[in-house]
C-alpha cells in the first residue's frame, strides 16, 4: 500500500477518533516497513493525540528518531486535549535541550493554552516574552491565545493591549476578550466589546452571558439570554443554557428557572450530563428540592457534581440524615468525593449537631481520600462544634489549623459565643476580633449585637464611632417574594407600599391569632436600648413578615409561599413563621443567608437549630 493510502486511512480516523483502528493502522505500517516515511510518524502522532491515547503518542514520539516541529505541536497539543497542561509545561523546555529546537507559532500556541488551562499566569507571562522576542512575534493565533489566557487569568487590560495588537482579529480573540471583561465584573467595556463585534454567533452570546453570571451580575445575564431569544439565535451548544440556568439558581427565580428547564427539553439536551448538573442545584438553590431530588433520580449517569449537588442540596434543607445516605450510595458507585463533597457533609452535620459523625467525616477526608482540609473545611468544622457549643474545642482548633485564622472564623465563632450566651468568652473574642481592623460590615454589627446583648452600651457606641470613622455601613435587611411572573422586594420597616395597609392589616390579625395560642414576642432579638413596646413595633416591620403577608394576599391559595432573606432570620420571626404555618395551613419556605427553613404545621426542618 502506498503512503497516501495511510495518510487518507489515518485522517479518517482521527476525524472519527476510533482509537482501536488507529493501532490497526500502525501495526500496518510497520509491517509495511513505512514507519520512517515522512509524513507517518507525525500524522500517526496527532491521530493517537486526537483519539485520546496520550500514552501511545508519548511512545512513539520518543521512539521516532527525527523529531520537528510538528512532531512537538502534535505531542503537546495531544497533552492539552487529555486534559494534562502540567505535563505540557514540563515537557516544553526539553524541547531544546532534547532536539535543539526553538518553539514555533504552533509550539506556543499550545504552551499558552496549558498556561491558560492552569491559571499559571507567571509561566505564561514567560512565554509571552518568548514569543515576542521570535521570529514569530506577529502570528495572531498565538496572540488571539494570549488574549484568552489573560482573560481566563484575570486580567483584562492585558488582554486587551495583546488584543489590540491583532491585525485580523478572530472570532476566539473577540470573544475571549468579551468574556474576559465579562468575568472581571466589568459589564460596560464587555457590553461595549459584544456592540462591536462584527458577526454575533451563539459563542459570543455565551461568552457574554456566562461572563455575567461568574461575576455576580445574573440579572443582566438572564437579560440578555432573553434578548438572544428574541433575536432567534440557534442554540447548538448547550453551555449558555448551563449558565442562565446557573444565573436563576443564585438569584432564586424559580419560574424562570421552570422555564428554562421546559427550553432544555425541548431543545433535546435534557440528557446534557452539565445541564442536569445545573438544574439539580438550581431546583435545590431555589428551594424546591423534591424537583432536585426528580432530576438527580431520572440521570442515566451521574458523576462527581452530580452527587455533589444533591448531597449540598440535602444539606442546606436540613436534611442531614439524608445527605450522609446519599454519601454512602456515592462511596458505593464508585465515585470518589472531592474537596467540595466534604464541605457539603460537614455542613450537614454542622446544622443539626451531628458531631460525632462530623469528627469522623473530617478525618476519613483527610486519612482515607489523602484530601488536605482547606480553610473552608476548617471553618465549617468550627461551626459545627460552635453551634453545638463546644467552644472551648472549637477556639484549640483555631489555634492548631495550619491557616492565619481570618475575619470570618472569628466572627463566626463570636456569634456561636453570642447564641450560646457565653458572654465571658464572647467578650474575649470580641476584642480579639476589634483588634483584626474587621472589613466586613456584618463583623462590626456582631460586635455590636454581643456587646448590647450583654447590656455593655459604652461598648456599642465604641463599634458604632468606629464604624462611622471607617466608613462601615450596615446592609439593610431585605426579603424577595415571586409571585408568577412578578417580583417584590421589602425592606425591613418598609411602609410605603401600595398594598401597606392590607398587609398592615393581616398582620395584625394573625398576631392576635398567634397571642391566642401562646405567642410572646422575644424582644431580645432587638438589641437597641429602647422601651418593650418600640421592641415590638420593630420586630413587627421585619422583611419576611411583610413578604409573606404580601405572599398570602396575592398567591393562589394553597401553593407553597418561597421568600427569599439577605440575612439569618432573628429567632423571634422563626416563631412567627412556625405559629402562621399552622394557622393559614400553608407551607412556608425561606432561604436566608445560611440555610433552608420548610414551616409547615407549626413545625420547623431545621428544628430550631440554625
Known amino acids: 500500500m502506498p503512503v497516501s493510502h495511510y495518510l487518507h486511512q489515518l485522517k479518517l480516523c482521527a476525524r472519527s477518533q476510533t482509537p482501536s483502528t488507529a493501532k490497526k493502522l500502525h501495526a500496518q505500517i510497520i509491517k509495511a516497513a513505512l514507519h520512517l516515511c515522512p509524513p507517518l510518524p507525525n500524522t500517526l502522532l496527532d491521530v493517537y493525540g486526537k483519539c485520546g491515547l496520550v500514552g501511545d503518542a508519548l511512545h512513539l514520539f520518543d521512539e521516532m528518531p527525527h523529531r520537528d516541529h510538528i512532531s512537538w505541536a502534535s505531542l503537546l497539543t495531544a497533552h492539552n486535549q487529555a486534559s494534562l497542561p502540567h505535563r505540557t509545561l514540563s515537557m516544553f523546555p526539553t524541547m531544546y535541550e532534547s532536539d535543539s529546537l526553538l518553539p514555533d507559532h504552533f509550539v506556543f500556541a499550545s504552551v499558552v493554552k496549558a498556561c491558560s488551562s492552569l491559571g499559571a499566569i507567571r509561566q505564561g507571562k514567560q512565554v509571552h516574552a518568548r514569543f515576542m522576542l521570535s521570529q514569530f512575534c506577529e502570528d495572531d493565533v498565538v496572540k488571539s491565545s494570549l488574549v484568552d489566557m489573560y482573560a481566563k487569568c484575570g486580567l483584562p487590560d492585558n488582554a486587551r493591549a495583546v488584543f489590540d495588537s491583532i491585525s485580523k482579529r478572530s472570532v476566539v480573540s473577540w470573544t475571549a476578550m468579551i468574556s474576559g471583561y465579562a468575568r472581571s465584573g466589568r459589564k460596560s467595556d464587555a457590553m461595549e466589546m459584544f456592540e462591536k463585534l462584527p458577526v454575533k454567533s451563539l459563542f459570543s452570546w455565551t461568552a457574554l452571558i456566562s461572563g455575567l453570571v461568574q461575576s455576580g451580575n445574573g440579572v443582566d445575564a438572564l437579560y440578555l439570554f432573553i434578548e438572544m431569544r428574541r433575536e432567534r439565535v440557534d442554540i447548538v451548544d448547550p453551555l449558555v443554557l448551563s449558565s442562565t440556568v446557573g444565573a436563576c439558581a443564585n438569584l432564586a427565580v424559580l419560574e424562570l428557572g421552570k422555564q428554562v428547564h421546559g427550553l432544555v427539553i425541548g431543545l433535546g439536551f435534557g440528557s446534557c450530563l452539565f445541564i442536569s448538573n445545573a438544574l439539580v442545584d438550581m431546583y435545590a438553590k431555589c428551594s424546591d428540592i423534591l424537583a432536585a431530588k426528580d432530576i438527580f433520580g431520572g440521570m442515566q449517569r451521574k458523576d462527581v457534581v452530580s452527587w455533589t449537588s444533591i448531597i449540598v442540596g440535602a444539606a442546606q434543607h436540613g436534611q442531614a440524615e439524608e445527605a450522609l445516605t446519599l454519601y454512602d450510595g456515592m462511596v458505593g458507585a464508585g465515585i470518589k468525593p472531592n474537596e467540595v463533597t466534604f464541605v457539603g457533609l460537614i455542613y ?175 424582644s431580645s432579638f432587638v438589641l437597641h436600648d429602647m422601651e418593650q413596646q418600640e421592641k415590638e413595633k420593630q420586630l413587627f416591620w421585619h422583611s419576611e413578615r411583610l413578604a409573606l403577608a404580601y405572599g398570602l394576599l396575592k398567591a393562589v391559595p394553597g401553593t407553597p409561599i418561597r421568600i427569599v432573606k439577605n440575612l439569618r432570620v432573628c429567632g423571634d420571626c422563626h416563631t412567627v413563621l412556625k405559629f402562621i404555618s399552622s394557622i393559614v395551613k400553608r407551607d412556608i419556605i425561606v432561604r436566608d443567608a445560611t440555610r433552608y427553613h420548610h414551616f409547615s404545621k407549626g413545625e420547623c426542618s431545621c428544628n430550631d437549630f440554625w
Not at 405 to 429: F, N, Y
Not at 444 to 456: D, F, P
Open 348 to 522: 450537614a452535620c454542622s446544622h443539626v449537631g451531628f458531631v460525632s459523625k462530623g469528627r469522623a467525616i473530617f478525618r476519613s477526608m483527610i486519612e482515607d481520600y489523602g484530601i488536605r482540609p482547606c480553610l473552608q473545611h476548617y471553618t465549617c468544622f468550627l461551626d459545627l462544634l460552635s453551634r453545638s457549643g463546644h467552644l472551648g474545642e472549637a477556639l484549640n482548633v483555631i489555634n492548631s489549623m495550619p491557616f492565619e485564622p481570618d475575619e470570618p472564623t472569628w466572627a463566626a465563632l463570636l456569634s456561636a459565643c453570642k447564641h450560646h450566651r457565653d458572654t465571658q468568652m464572647g467578650i474575649r473574642v470580641a476584642d480579639h476580633l476589634l483588634s483584626l481592623n474587621p472589613e466586613d460590615p456584618s463583623s462590626y454589627i456582631l460586635l455590636s449585637n454581643v456587646y448590647a446583648g450583654a447590656g455593655m452600651w459604652e461598648n456599642v457606641a465604641k463599634v458604632r464611632k468606629l464604624m462611622t470613622a471607617r466608613d462601615v455601613k450596615k446592609n439593610p435587611g431585605y426579603s424577595s417574594i415571586d409571585i408568577g411572573k412578578e417580583s417584590q422586594v421589602f425592606y425591613a420597616g418598609e411602609t410605603s407600599h401600595p398594598m401597606k395597609d392590607e398587609i398592615f392589616d393581616l398582620l395584625k390579625e394573625l398576631d392576635a391569632e398567634m397571642r391566642k395560642r401562646g405567642y410572646v414576642p422575644d
